[in-house]
């Protein structure tokens, strides 16, 4: 996979195919772009396991966090990691214990670590690097548009009745190539980051 | 047909427009309203708190400006965009969300005399500090950059003179120096020039011009390129800094590359507060509909009424960039090949007076201050629109006593000669 660049149809498949989601560095604190992410994810349905062992005891929108992956105890679709490139590996090396393997593996918006993603696609782990589910969902919904964003899509369809004033079809026509190009950001790997 | 590349013309139509979910209205309905109902509590909280993508209130946006924003976000090629009540509020939002009191910007001085004036004066009471650069020395633009400086700003086809900018040696200046470059591309449309694709990290347009197109409504737009990393040495606090009117979310972070037209909608507009009309969004977007051809058109016309002035005995000369021979034409051939625009000026061998008589004696011309209608117009930028500017600051400004202003409408081309022919000859 290049990930540069991510074709539309890609990223579709991953978030029309998950369930589960496992955000490692899930916070608490309700400014945070992991809160964000977490909390709309959960409004689109996606069943969200937060993981972050300095809050174990306490629970996020509901939800209890667990100290670790591996604390999850039963099967995961994808996990999301909400740290910074120079602490994916060891999440990946976590990831790539779990039994049954996850499917995904996505870094968040700003990380990027070429070698962890290298290693996840060789054990046949689905890979995306810094991007935003929240800001694809939205992009690949059109949702986004409401905010003026360009959602590099087009339809001549009628959109679904939307819910909570929403137009919720992932199933639109993508342009442009279809590329996601979310941030070119962030840094290649672990050494880059200042 | 997934993942084609669609033209411009196709993009004009469609980009940012579906058919309406309740009704099945094809064309963009009009949602004229102020305000739009919450599901509940919590959905209320996540949309004011920037968590849930939405609308609140027609001064952060409307469904109808929505689909504005997109479709010429995509026209530009840029990542997002903000809509907003009028060119000069466009100007005003952009620099809010990049100077603070005592910063600086370079502008080059070939600019619309509005935005001269802003620049001049309302700006430096806000305490944004202009440096002016000569448009056509880009040696100026450099020698301008101070540690203060935070933006570049240029007209990719200035007006009046219809003169074209180096965009990308500009640019080049503008990331050498670590700031992003502001083309105002009002007067070219991106179906004529595409800023982005030459290194602008912020395009800002007057929509009352060509994109609107009729003549009818005001209106203006910023497009975020996407392109602009502003989290560096902290020069940017607006997008890089913790927000406290929104309890500390960094807008950068949290919106990567579609941050600075959140930073615009969020801090910009929905505190200074110019919101367009979702009445003259609608308009516009009919108007952009048609733009392609209309631009066209536009050109085409032009071309001929430039020569056929350059032709005539009463004129000293024809500043128009799509002419051969013209001081601009290997920039236009370079940066518009499609067309060098609309608006441009020529001068009279009868100076001051025969640019009055000839003003006065049109019959198909509308003497008028705007620019980019269907209809052809003409004024004397001298003693209008660059008024408030001195003699000399006049002819820099491309805007001498002697010149006269034409922006080309989209009439028949033998008519307009025809005019132009009698009102010389009157
Ligand atoms: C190039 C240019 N920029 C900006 C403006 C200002 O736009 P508005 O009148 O919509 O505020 C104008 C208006 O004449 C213009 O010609």
């Known amino acids: 996979m290049n990930h540069d660049s991510y074709p539309d149809d890609y990223i579709r498949g991953i978030l029309n195919g998950v369930k589960s989601i496992a955000m490692v560095g899930a916070s608490p604190i309700n400014v945070r772009p992991s809160y964000f992410a977490f909390k709309y994810l959960l409004q689109r349905g996606y069943d969200m396991i937060p993981v972050n062992p300095g809050h174990v005891g306490k629970s996020l929108l509901g939800r209890p966090f667990v100290g670790s992956l591996a604390a999850i105890g039963r099967p995961i679709d994808m996990v999301e990691i909400f740290r910074s490139s120079a602490h994916i590996m060891p999440v990946v090396e976590e990831a790539l214990k779990l039994s049954p393997l996850p499917k995904v593996i996505w870094m968040q918006l700003g990380g990027r670590d070429d070698d962890a993603a290298e290693r996840a696609e060789a054990a046949g782990i689905r890979v995306v690097m810094n991007r935003c589910p929240k800001i694809e969902w939205g992009r690949l919904s059109s949702e986004i548009s409401w905010m003026g964003v360009n959602s590099r899509t087009i339809s001549s369809k009628r959109a679904p009745l939307p819910t909570q004033g929403m137009r919720l079809s992932l199933n639109r026509m993508s342009l442009g190539g279809g590329a996601t190009t979310a941030s070119d950001r962030a840094a290649k790997d672990r050494n880059e980051v200042s | ?426």
């Open chain 2, 1 to 426: 047909m997934n993942d084609r590349v669609p033209g411009f013309s196709t993009l004009a139509v469609h980009a940012g427009a579906q058919p309406d979910p309740t009704t099945g209205a094809r064309a963009t309905p009009i949602y004229q309203t102020t305000s739009f109902v919450f599901n509940d509590a919590d959905h209320a909280a996540s949309l004011f708190g920037l968590q849930a993508f939405g609308n609140i209130y027609t001064r952060i946006g409307n469904p109808t400006n929505a689909v504005l924003e997109e479709r010429v976000a995509a026209l530009e090629g840029g990542t997002a965009a903000l809509a907003v009540a009028s060119g000069h509020a466009a100007q005003v939002v952009v620099l809010q969300q990049l100077l603070a009191p005592g910063d600086e910007f370079v502008a080059a001085r070939k600019l619309y005399g509005g935005s001269i004036n802003q620049f001049n004066h309302a700006f430096k009471s806000f305490g944004w500090n202009v440096v002016w650069a000569d448009t056509d020395d880009i040696a100026s633009f450099e020698a301008g950059i101070s540690p203060r400086t935070k933006a570049i700003f240029i007209e990719s086809i200035a007006n009046p003179g219809g003169t074209i900018t180096d965009i990308e040696a500009v640019a080049a200046v503008a990331h050498k120096a670590g700031v992003p470059l502001i083309v105002d591309n009002t007067l070219a449309t991106p179906y004529l020039i595409k800023p982005i694709d030459h290194g602008a990290d912020i395009v800002v347009h007057s929509l009352t011009k060509f994109l609107g197109g009729h003549g009818n409504s005001l209106g203006g737009l910023i497009v975020d390129a996407g392109t602009f990393d502003w989290s560096k040495g902290n020069k940017y606090p607006m997008l890089s800094e913790p927000r406290p009117e929104y309890h500390g979310i960094k807008i950068q972070e949290t919106f990567g590359n579609f941050a600075f037209a959140i930073a615009c909608r969020v801090l910009g507009l929905r505190d200074l507060g110019p919101a367009l009309s979702p009445f003259n969004a609608f308009l516009i977007l009919t108007g952009i509909e048609t733009l392609p051809l209309r631009m066209q058109k536009h050109c085409e016309n032009a071309k001929a009424i430039s020569e056929f002035l350059h032709g005539h005995s009463a004129v000293a000369s024809v500043n128009y960039a799509g002419l051969p021979g013209d001081k601009y034409n290997n920039l236009a051939r370079k940066y518009a090949p499609r067309g060098a625009g609309a608006v441009f000026t020529f001068s009279l061998k009868g100076g001051y007076q025969a640019g009055v008589d000839l003003v006065s004696n049109l019959k198909l011309f509308s003497h008028l201050a705007n620019v980019g209608d269907t209809r052809s117009l003409v004024i004397h930028p001298a003693s209008t629109t660059h008024s408030q500017l001195d003699d000399a600051a006049k002819v820099k400004a491309g805007a001498g006593p002697d010149i006269v202003r034409l922006s080309i409408g989209i009439e028949d081309k033998e008519d307009l000669i025809a005019d132009l022919d009698q009102a010389l000859s009157g």
